[in-house]
């Protein structure tokens, strides 16, 4: 779900070629994990087919393709409702967080705001569990504490990263 | 209606602006956490809301009544008579006992002290203290000076509990079962709390919480 909401907030940003599209995003959200060239172009075909994008042939970027792909209202519509959206407060979704402060700081949205919405949604997960805990068997409180302790893991991160957007938003703006 | 508010409060210290403009309003019964990274304002809010500072500007109310208009010994008043406290470190007086500790607010405000004794008694089997009361705060752990603390912060019965990192000092475990202890013993007196923490778990105790950031607070309402 993030890969074609991730490239079409890079498309927000700039018309891309799929070629330099892919370039983009392994250098900024793959980290090791680079995307497939049939990924790409079948994720952009997607897109298409979906009204999110449009392409205009005007020649070749850096790679040989000539299709150059365009975000259209739709598409940008999409991107800003996935920014505002809290995430499901589960444990392990830095990745999916990580790519929304990084959009959203590119894309010069208010990512302190969408940070704290997460916040909000993060500390209302660890209020529920806080409550099985107290009002539950033992062995249930043992897995809310599972979950407490990745939550609150989630949300120190969080707060370092909130404290941090003046410093990011000047890195991965340009 | 709000029994506990700040509306536009600012202070500094020096040159060195602490609250810019803060805004909070506490329900009466509720328990809520403030919430912020150091240095960002939230014990100076929580003196502010409880008459321990006096802001610079804007207005600070207790049940219809501003404090920051009030002098020194009308908000000692209050602070004695309607208002408890919990600190980081336990800060009992060391030459007492527990259980005196416990009665000092009661005969501050005027009980006499074998019905304060009394009274303050009948919290050590409410916070798992049982037969700890002859002790000085030396001879308790940490987690038992800090149970002391919340005997003594509610025992006069306030209408406010302020509590600045409760559990600041304590382990994750024994901390947790000092915020059970006080939200608990709190509902169960129909006690207002204000707590602040930087500690997500503690926070995940209150109905709601708020952020302090540059001074300012950040109500965290989710969007969904």
Known sequence: ?174 | MSLLSAEGVTLSFGSTPALRGADLAVGEGEVLAIMGPSGSGKSTLLHCLAGILVPDSGVVSFAGRRLDAMGENERSALRRDQFGFVFQFGQLVPELTAEENVALPLLLGGVRRAAAVREAREWFPRLGLDGLGGRRSGELSGGQAQRVALARGLVAKPRVLFADEPTGSLDSLTGEQVMELLVTSARAEGTTVVVVTHEPRVAAYADSEVVVRDGRVHSLAAST
């Open chain 1, 1 to 174: 779900m993030t890969v074609p909401l991730t490239l079409l907030g890079l498309l927000e940003r700039e018309p891309s070629h799929g070629y330099d599209l892919k370039r983009d995003y392994d250098a900024i959200f793959g980290r090791g994990k680079p995307l497939s060239f049939g990924q790409v172009y079948s994720t952009l075909a997607r897109l298409t087919r979906d009204g999110k994008v449009v392409v205009s042939e005007v020649g070749p970027g850096d790679g040989p393709d000539r299709k150059q792909y365009v975000i259209t209202d739709a598409g940008a519509t999409e991107v800003d409702a996935w920014l505002v959206q809290p995430v499901e407060p589960e444990p392990h979704l830095q990745t999916v967080l990580f790519a929304k402060v990084t959009l959203a700081l590119m894309l010069e949205r208010p990512a302190a705001e969408y940070l704290d919405r997460q916040r909000a949604a993060h500390l209302q997960r660890m209020r529920e569990l806080t409550e099985v805990k107290r009002s539950g068997a033992l062995v249930d409180g043992l897995l809310a504490d599972h979950g407490l302790f990745h939550l609150e893991a989630d949300l120190r991160w969080i707060e370092l990263t909130s404290s941090r957007l003046d410093a990011l938003a000047k890195e991965v703006r340009r």
